[in-house]
């Protein structure tokens, strides 16, 4: 799977870690930065994210920042984007299978390493369901942000 990830400084280390991890797994990496630890707008990780997931460069991303909850809400504000913040396998296989979440977001200061390579692999084995009360609750998901991300 191709697969974006991006963090601001305070999901750096974490985004270090788990390049590999996913490299490994097979998938293919677009690292979006930041490439060090210096202070960073977690909004901008945000949007740069989105924007190729809008333009079709990757599947689903990852966003990681000290909380995971500053990069979800920027991302949240992109049409198309359905991130979640996920800090245990259950949400984040869920929130693919059920709301067709494509960014998965998580927060360094709040998840060890191991549960963060577990939610993450979680989160990328996981399969919109294409049930058709998940179709029809996503199509109203759709609806609203048509109607109001002018």
């Known amino acids: 799977m191709k697969v974006a990830i991006a963090s601001d400084h305070a999901g750096f280390d974490y985004k270090k870690l788990l390049i590999p991890v996913l ?47 500053g990069v979800s809400i920027a991302a949240n504000k992109f049409k198309g984007i359905r991130a979640g913040v996920c800090h245990d396998t259950y949400s984040a296989h869920q929130c693919v299978e059920h709301d067709d979440a494509n960014v998965l977001c998580l927060g360094q200061r709040v998840i060890g390493v191991e549960l963060m ?18 179709m029809r609750r996503v199509g109203k998901i759709t609806r609203i942000e048509n109607e109001n991300m002018k």
């Open 23 to 69: 490299l490994k797994a097979g998938h293919e990496v677009n690292d979006l930065g930041a490439y060090d630890t210096q202070p960073s707008d977690y909004p901008d990780h945000a949007a740069h994210m989105a924007e190729a997931i809008m333009a079709g460069q990757c599947e689903r991303g990852i966003l990681i920042c000290g909380s995971g909850v």
């Open 117 to 134: 390579f577990e939610v993450t692999e979680a989160f990328l084995g996981a399969k919109f369901s294409g049930a058709e009360r998940h």
